[in-house]
């Protein structure tokens, strides 16, 4: 079993900035990948970033140049960096794990954190 802890979600200004935090409690090189999804009210869950576990990464379109995703192995935390929030950002961000053993993909996730990008 993984545990996800969320942090770093709140209330930011248009073109403001904010940081979420997932820290696991495992190893995060155990991990095949670790991303962040985003759900906002009444629309349906999407991608926003995921890494994997070389290190590559990939963004959904609409958040790419804006947002960064990163890893400290060392604290086993990945990070989002969120620059030029818009209010289209507004959601409830949960991290995501995905381990892969020898038959099946196991999903884990965190318990979400409020994003709300205030005009």
């Known amino acids: 079993q993984v545990q996800l802890v969320e942090s770093g979600g709140g209330l930011v200004q248009a073109g403001g900035s904010l940081r979420l935090s997932c820290a696991a409690s495992?190893?995060?090189?155990?991990?095949?990948?670790m991303g962040w999804y985003r759900q906002a009210p009444g629309k349906q869950r999407e991608l926003v970033a995921i890494?994997?576990?070389?290190?590559?990464?990939n963004y959904a379109d609409s958040v790419k140049g804006r947002f960064t995703i990163s890893r400290d192995v060392s604290k086993n935390t990945v990070y989002l960096q969120m620059n030029s929030l818009k209010s289209e950002d507004t959601a409830v961000y949960y991290c995501n794990a995905a381990l892969y053993g020898p038959s099946k993909k196991n999903d884990y996730w965190g318990q979400g954190t409020q994003v709300t990008v205030s005009s």
């Open positions: 495992v190893s995060i090189f155990s991990l095949n990948t």
């Open positions: 890494i994997i576990s070389g290190g590559s990464t």
